[in-house]
């Protein structure tokens, strides 16, 4: 399969970050919720590393278990109503998340690790001037005194190309644009420095245009201030542009992790070949022939199958795949797979 | 897509357990005041007469009670100047056979019979108790009061054996059961016969008010324009008004009509201002339901309007009405109780604001039994349709403040 | 801001022009002279007292002269017709006090109490505090305002200090000054308070709750936010909006919310002197004293409004 159109940053490929240590290590993650049926599983098993400076892309359809997959990882879930299972682990800077104090996690928030939302439109408090929310951020986590941390607000909504950086510190969030508002989220999650960016879905609900300048602005800070971003999309073509590894979630489990290059070019997850082969390929259309879509639906977590999750969509199943379900394995240098019969690699091209 | 919608909230609604429970709490009083007005049609002076009887003496508290002795020697004294007064007259023996306290009544015996055997023993041994002050713990007094009601109280019954001594029906028995009021009329019989009332009222105001206000709502919210200005000034002008003052307005333009004395002027002071509240939401709904696409479609199709106002629209605000009518049902029991205290409400007929009411001077005398009884009867019907609301509200439209 | 204010005003005039010809048609259904003289009245003393109130005149003679007198707050020349020589202007002056001083405090302090406690609910959201302060609000609802009003004056007025020959609270009845106000006062402040909690305190869970769940919550927290800064600062200035709409539309209901307290505890205040000129079929004073309230209830709404586009930003501009 030919994605070169799409490899534009995967070129970059041979140079990756990501040697040395990672600043974050997701082991065995299990998410649960409570619900009026029972308990669920929402995320089941998922490890992985982040390391400095790269940019780790999650993906997969919605209910895949990506936003909770980040949300545990900052502990946003509400805590009466869900609970990680025994043994789950997020290792930041020696510590684990999943165990550690409320106290202990509020310093983390939004000063070590950072995260931006889909929801430009509601996430910013409709009360509250830009400039007060900003400063809050500053508030918890610095020593700066009033006057430096309106400075230092000022001074990042200038770093996120904010036209009338200084007027628009007192304005509302209703007042800006969508795109606008964006920025203002990324200048709110940068502003200390932290080592990791979480982003869900940033650029979902903007527009094409804008999506692709919030995009660059958030390579290019990536690069300044040497932050590791997990970025979780449902949209390959984003995955395409920015990201150097990633992570492919299918009804709460990782199926497929690979380098970017690797993964467009040579897909061994049946379900990352389809999700390849359902995207639309620009400049070479071809005449009345529909557009590859992945048939059936991802089954409920309530109903899960005892066997491969994606048995039941999958072209290559046999008896074995409903019957086991398969273990992540290595599939080559810093590649994982979850298939009992991983697509082929082809020929070294 | 809307249909299914209602679908998964029935269902929805019919797995929460309170409100299953709430439901049947509801279809029991129902199926109460439906009797009561099905008895009232089909018994001779109907039910109602029935509520006015005198069963024995004031404020009896109910069966479980344990009666203080002054109480008791009260009760017993009830009786015997009853009994004396009837013997007083022309022909005591007719006045005896009408002595009635409920289905109670006095042996049938020949008036020198009871002379002898009820009215003078019992002078004996109250004469003897006068001399008593103390009741309480006087061994003595307490044993002539044992004889006291052993000589009265004993021979007042439904059917008496050979000695006289009384069977108390199974109809008197239920009508003592929670005791009686300030004229001895029993309380559980007059809360029975309110639910009817309740009920009536509920229904009557809370259908009316929803009806007025979908159709006012809908059809403000579908046609926009000149309905829906002329609506929202009708019911802000309406809603500027405190009901109770609205009520009050309503009740005493009425007065002095020919519908005095009816349950109209309730009922029409209590529709004129509920039906705001659904018109309000109602409208708000059907503005967003005017958007959606199947709507629009059937418009594009050439539906009429009319019908796609009656076809499509409306329906899907049925949750809407079921939500309304059971916060007024709430609303008109509430305000009837107010209303009554006022004087400006049921007539004529016992409900559980005029129990409410009436008990007020009782309570002063540590008399709980009748605003105990008309509250719990209220409590759990009222209970029982917030839950339902409550719970209609998640199963149809969770996002509800 | 001026203009925004004067729109609400200019929209407001058509719904107080209704309300007075709502009320005026409602209070002639029964001609209120006949009501005053009873059935058959001798003609030429219906005549004089038709001519004496100007009821003789046409309708909208008649609704003019109101309007106008709602307008200049010029009662003086309204006479009463059950309390002899009585004008409303007087009666209105008298009244308006002892309302006050039970309404304003009793919604003060609901207010207070039923924010504090969804507040409490809200935070332990599902668990056992707050699923049996609801348990109790609901209860609390289905009770009727009666029997609290009977068993709050049973026991706080009647029951208590009996022992020992004191009385903490008056069993009704009403005595200017403030040294008086906690005797006469006090008890139906707190019935007022208590048959109001229920309801308001699930209004405002659900408020709370609503908020809680919104987006902006999430961000906050993912900044490091502590749970109470987010409860206290983020979550209760958007709830405010809700709030604050509820308190302003409970406003005008001071001056006659509180009529069955007043009645019941006879304290002289404009609801129960609304309440006895209704009873005594007093015409001009029913329809005066309505008229009053009405507009009052208007200006709130306006005031709503305007209070509305302070604390929400995004009122202000549209």
Excluded at chain 2, 269 to 291: N, Q, T, Y
Excluded at chain 3, 27 to 46: A, T
């Amino acid at each position: 399969m030919n994605s070169s159109h799409l490899t534009t940053r995967a070129a970059r490929e041979g140079s990756a970050p990501g040697s040395g240590k990672p600043v974050l290590e997701v082991e065995h993650l299990s998410t649960c919720f409570k619900t009026d049926q029972g308990v669920v599983t929402a995320i089941d098993d998922v490890s992985f590393e982040l390391y400095a400076g790269e940019t780790l892309g999650i993906v997969g359809e919605s209910g895949s278990g990506k936003t909770v997959t980040s949300k545990s990882i900052m502990r946003l879930l509400s805590e009466h109503l869900s609970f990680q299972k025994e043994g789950s682990v997020v290792r930041f800077e020696g510590k684990n998340l999943v165990t550690a104090t409320e106290d202990e996690m509020r310093n983390v928030r939004g000063a070590r690790i950072a995260m931006i939302f889909q929801e430009p439109m509601t996430s910013l408090n409709p009360v509250f001037t830009i400039g007060w929310q900003l400063d809050e951020a500053l508030k918890y986590h610095t020593k700066l005194n009033r006057a430096e941390r309106k400075q230092r607000a000022i001074e990042m909504l200038e770093l996120v190309e904010m036209p009338n950086a200084k007027r628009r510190f007192d304005e509302y969030p209703h007042q800006l644009s969508g795109g606008m508002r964006q920025r203002v989220m990324i200048a709110m999650a940068l502003c200390c420095e932290p080592d990791i960016l979480i982003a869900d879905e940033p650029t979902t609900a903007l527009d094409v245009t804008i999506q692709a300048q919030i995009l660059r602005l958030m390579d290019e800070l990536k690069s300044k201030l040497n932050t590791a971003i997990m970025l979780i999309t449902h949209d390959l073509g984003v995955v395409a542009q920015t990201c150097d590894r990633v992570l492919v979630m299918y009804a709460g489990r990782v199926v497929e992790s690979a380098p970017i290059a690797q993964l467009f070019d040579a897909p061994r997850h049946p379900y990352t070949k389809a999700l390849l082969s359902s995207i639309p390929k620009s400049g070479r259309r071809e005449h009345g022939k529909r557009l590859p879509t992945i048939e059936g639906l991802v089954p409920s977590l309530f109903h899960l199958p005892p066997g491969c999750r994606f048995a039941a969509r999958c072209a290559y199943r046999d008896a074995h795949c409903d019957a086991v379900e398969p273990e992540l394995t290595d599939a080559g240098p810093r590649r994982e797979v979850r298939c009992h019969y991983p697509l082929e690699a082809p020929e070294a091209n | 897509m809307a249909k299914f919608m209602q679908q998964r909230g029935v269902k929805k609604l019919l797995k929460d357990r309170l409100a299953v429970v709430s439901m049947w709490v509801i279809g029991a009083y129902l199926l109460v005041a439906l009797g009561v007005l099905v008895g009232n049609l089909f018994t001779e002076g109907g039910l109602k007469s029935e509520t006015e009887l005198r069963i024995g003496p004031d404020n009896v508290p109910g069966a479980w009670a344990t009666q203080s002795a002054e109480a008791r020697l009260r009760d017993a004294t009830f009786y015997l100047d009853s009994i004396k007064k009837a013997s007083r007259g022309s022909d005591p023996a007719a006045a005896y056979a009408a002595l009635e306290w409920g289905s109670d009544r006095l042996p049938a015996w020949k008036p020198d019979r009871i002379e002898s055997e009820i009215i003078e023993p019992a002078d004996e041994i109250s004469t003897a108790l006068a001399d008593h002050r103390e009741l309480e713990g006087n061994v003595e007094a307490l044993a002539l009061l044992d004889r006291l009601e052993q000589v009265v109280r004993a021979r007042i019954g439904a059917s008496h054996d050979e000695s006289g001594n009384a069977q108390r029906s199974a109809g008197q028995s239920f009508r003592m059961l929670l005791g009686t009021d300030r004229q001895g009329r029993s309380i559980l019989v007059r809360a029975i016969y309110s639910t009817k009332v309740a009920v009536q009222i509920g229904v009557v105001s809370a259908l009316i008010s929803v009806l007025i206000g979908t159709i006012l709502g809908a059809a403000a919210g579908y046609f926009g324009g000149v309905v829906d200005v002329i609506v929202v000034w009708l019911y802000s002008t309406f809603s500027s008004i405190p009901w109770i003052v609205l009520l009050m307005v309503l009740a005493s333009a009425f007065r002095g009509g020919d519908w005095d004395g009816t349950l109209i002027p309730v009922y029409a002071a209590f529709c004129l201002s509920f039906w705001i509240s659904p018109c309000r939401v109602v409208r708000g709904e059907v503005m967003k339901l005017k958007e959606l696409e199947y709507v629009q479609a059937a418009s594009a199709i050439g539906f009429g309007r009319a019908r796609i106002l009656f076809k499509h629209v409306i329906p899907n605000t049925a949750h809407l009405m079921f939500i309304n009518f059971s916060l007024l049902f709430i609303g008109a029991i509430k305000a009837e109780v107010i209303l009554s205290f006022l004087g400006l409400g049921v007539k004529n007929e016992p409900s559980w604001g005029v129990m409410i009411n009436h008990a007020k001077a009782e309570v002063l005398n540590g008399f709980f039994w009748q605003i105990g009884t008309a509250t719990v009867f209220m409590v759990i019907l009222v209970l029982a349709f917030n839950t339902l609301s409550d719970a209609l509200q998640d199963a149809f439209d969770p996002k509800h403040v | 801001m001026w203009t925004f204010i004067l729109r609400r005003l200019l929209y407001n005039v058509p719904v107080y022009l209704g309300i007075l010809a709502l009320l005026m048609g409602a209070l002639r259904v029964n001609d209120p002279i006949s009501g005053k003289l009873g059935k058959n009245p001798d003609p030429s003393d219906y005549l004089a007292l038709e001519q004496r109130y100007g009821l003789d005149q046409p309708f909208a003679v008649q609704y003019v002269k109101l309007l106008g007198d709602v307008v200049t707050l010029d009662f003086t020349d309204v006479e009463s017709w059950t309390n002899d020589g009585l004008f409303v202007g007087e009666m209105l002056a008298e009244s308006i006090v002892p309302s006050l001083a039970i309404t304003v405090p009793a919604l003060c302090l609901t207010s207070v109490l039923a924010i504090s406690i969804a507040i409490i609910s809200a935070f332990f959201r599902g668990r056992p505090v707050d699923k049996t302060l609801m348990v109790l609000a609901v209860v609390g609802m289905s009770v009727s305002f009666l029997v609290y009003v009977i068993f709050g004056q049973y026991w706080f007025a009647y029951l208590l200090g009996r022992g020992s020959g004191l009385s903490y609270f008056a069993i009704g009845g009403y005595e200017s000054g403030l040294a008086n106000w906690p005797y006469y006062c006090l008890l139906p402040v707190l019935i007022s308070t208590f048959v109001a909690m229920g309801y308001d305190t699930r209004f405002y869970r659900a408020v709370m709750v609503e908020e809680s769940g919104r987006d902006y919550i999430t961000t906050a927290k993912a900044k490091g936010a502590t749970k109470t800064k987010i409860m206290f600062v983020h979550m209760l200035k958007n709830a405010m909006i809700p709030i604050i709409t509820r308190i302003m539309t409970t406003l005008p209901f001071l001056v006659m919310g509180s009529l069955l307290l007043e009645v019941y505890f006879n304290i002289p205040g404009m609801g129960r002197v609304l309440y006895k000129a209704i009873q005594e079929q007093d015409f001009p004073v029913v329809q005066t004293f309505v008229a009053i309230f009405a507009a009052l209830f208007i200006l709130s709404n306006i005031l709503t409004d305007v209070l509305y586009a302070l604390v929400d930003p995004r009122v202000r501009l549209s």
